[in-house]
């Protein structure tokens, strides 16, 4: 079976770390779906306005390996259990998988039909990676798709817990200086309150580094506490 890549997204996550780990976790995040040429046909979208959100198929691309195969294992450790237990590979939403397919469901915040690269979607909450390939789009049926009663496994029986975002003197001066786009810091607290630092890290010492939104963001964390250390514009190459 051969797949279309249909389209891609475009994000403010240029870089994997720092990516929120399911969608709407952060429902400020926009994304614009951009389609390949041979599926920039508004007779595909018809009907679609209708809808308020999406399920987005898409391929973990920032997970595959030199010759483009996707990087996996049967069992996983999954950051909500902290790190110290395993789980099998499809009892957990790992993007580590044989076939490196995602699922998101996102908002619809506008369709674009005008433009060199229309019919564009933007879409808000999404959790994907600048340039994620797309395979499919299906319209989002609460009816059915949300389901009543479910059981959530070990997320049911552990603790979603966020940290306290604060800001040092040199970020705070960047911040108080005005001139990032709208929504900028908002949206850059709700990633950083999710704890973006793999499960395995948990060093006060250390001074992480994530990209965003064409900023590179210093931060560190202790004792429940990530304090923003710097915000600078980010400069390519």
Known sequence: MEFKIIAHIRTDFPEKFGIPRQPGLVAELKGRIVFEP??????????????????????????????????????????????????????????????????????IEEVS???????????SGADMLDMTPIYDIKPYIGYTDAIADTKGG???????????????????????????SENFIGSLIKILENDPRPHYQNDPERIYGMAYAGHEIKFSVRDEILTVISINPRTEG
């Open 113 to 123: 039909y005008s433009g060199p690269e229309g019919p564009v979607i933007y879409v």
């Open 154 to 180: 070990f997320t049911d029986s552990t603790e979603y817990k966020k940290l306290k975002v604060v800001f040092g003197p040199e970020a705070d001066s960047f911040v108080k200086a005005g001139g990032q």
């Open 38 to 107: 041979e599926f920039r046909n508004p007779d595909m979208l018809r009907g679609i306005d209708e809808f308020s959100h999406l399920w987005l198929l898409w391929q973990f691309s920032g997970n595959l390996d030199a010759a483009g195969e996707a990087k996996w294992s049967p069992t996983v450790r999954p950051p909500r259990l902290g790190g110290n237990k395993r789980l099998g590979v499809f009892a957990t939403r790992s993007p580590f998988r044989p076939n490196p397919i995602g699922m998101s469901a996102v908002k």
